[in-house]
């Protein structure tokens, strides 16, 4: 098969053995394959896989179930799947463990549907499941253009939260027919004054953030009592200092998390998860993927330049 390969941090098109299902996997011929943040860091050195998983950049992919190893029940070949990945997607074909596989939501295609894995499970795992939002509450979603934040508007809204979003100018229009019921400027504008004056003082009761440092102190003068932030992401750097006297004033917590790396049994959770909680929301229509542009597979280097550009909004896929 075909996959690409990170030689000298450049994506290389070479083609390479084909994978084998190992016990309690499948193979998936891919349809398509989410670009993420984490495939950019892994190219630059700052993300490598682990232990065990694919070498190949791609956390996220849709296709065809072409074989099916021991010990995996209820799985079939010319079965359609989308899935959450360690490594490995940007590929023609991928070993997956059977319990991250999702099915495809009735009423999308494969394609579509490539565009979900990834950012469904890490909402939900960190804004849902970690963080307990409730309807009623405010969620603030810092890079609003992104798949995660593109896909966290659409699920705060569905589960009846009050959503904030920041944004450059040019993406805000698409941000609120998503949802957002305000959308800031953050190369212009103070989100935290932003936040404040549109919840009447109140604040955010949950942030997720992508920035890490850069933001880490405005998160908790943002917070509301008893909030709770999630960072999920470095791209505002890694080492900032915490004020505890701050948090503690407003009874706040801090959670960091990442998914490629958790035990398989945990991504398991997650995807079931997903499957039982999002993916009726998506049948449903009150979520959708988002998609900016696709790719083929030879052209990952392209997809990286306009993921490190931030000129999109939402999902960029690739098609082997």
């Known amino acids: 098969m075909h996959a690409i390969v990170i030689e000298d941090k450049q994506l290389v098109l070479r083609e390479v053995p084909d994978p084998v299902a190992g016990d309690g996997e499948v193979v998936v011929d891919v349809t398509a394959a989410g670009v993420n943040r984490a495939d950019v860091s892994q190219r630059q050195g700052f993300y490598p896989p682990p232990p065990g998983a694919s070498a190949y950049p791609g956390l996220e992919c849709a296709g065809v179930i072409s074989a099916v190893g021991p010990g995996v029940t209820g799985r079939h070949v010319g079965e359609r799947v989308s899935a959450l ?12 463990p059977a319990g991250q596989l999702l099915p495809v939501p009735t009423g999308l295609s494969l394609q579509e549907s490539a565009a979900l ?5 890490t909402v939900w795992s960190n804004v849902v499941d970690l963080s307990r939002l409730r309807k009623g509450e405010t969620l603030l979603v810092h890079g609003g253009g992104s798949g995660i934040g593109t896909f966290a508007v659409q699920l705060g809204k569905a589960l009846g939260a009050t959503v904030i979003t920041t944004a450059r100018a040019g993406k805000h229009d698409k941000l609120r027919a998503l949802g957002a ?9 103070d989100f935290v004054e932003a936040t404040k004056d549109f919840t009447d ?3 955010a009761d949950v942030v997720l953030d992508i920035v ?8 908790i003068e943002v917070l ?4 709770r932030i999630s960072v999920i992401g470095f791209q505002g750097g890694r080492t900032a200092e915490l004020d505890l ?5 407003k009874r706040g917590s801090i959670s960091s998390t990442s998914l490629r790396a958790r035990p398989i049994g945990d991504k398991a959770r997650i995807v079931a998860g ?3 909680e999002v993916w009726p929301l998506v049948e449903a229509g009150a979520i959708k993927p988002i998609i900016d542009t696709t790719r083929p597979l030879s052209a990952a280097a392209e997809a990286h330049d306009l993921m490190e550009s931030s000129d999109h909004l939402g999902k960029i896929l690739l098609l082997p």
């Open 212 to 219: 890490g440092a850069k933001y880490l102190s405005r998160n």
């Open 274 to 276: 997903v499957q039982r």
């Open 245 to 249: 006297t701050r948090l503690m004033a």
């Open 181 to 189: 019921d305000l959308v800031v400027d953050y190369t212009t504008d």
């Open 224 to 227: 509301a009592p008893n909030g």
């Open 117 to 121: 894995p990834e950012v469904a499970c």
């Open 201 to 203: 003082g109140a604040g």
């Open 85 to 96: 990945l360690a490594g490995g997607g940007y590929a023609e074909k991928v070993a997956i």
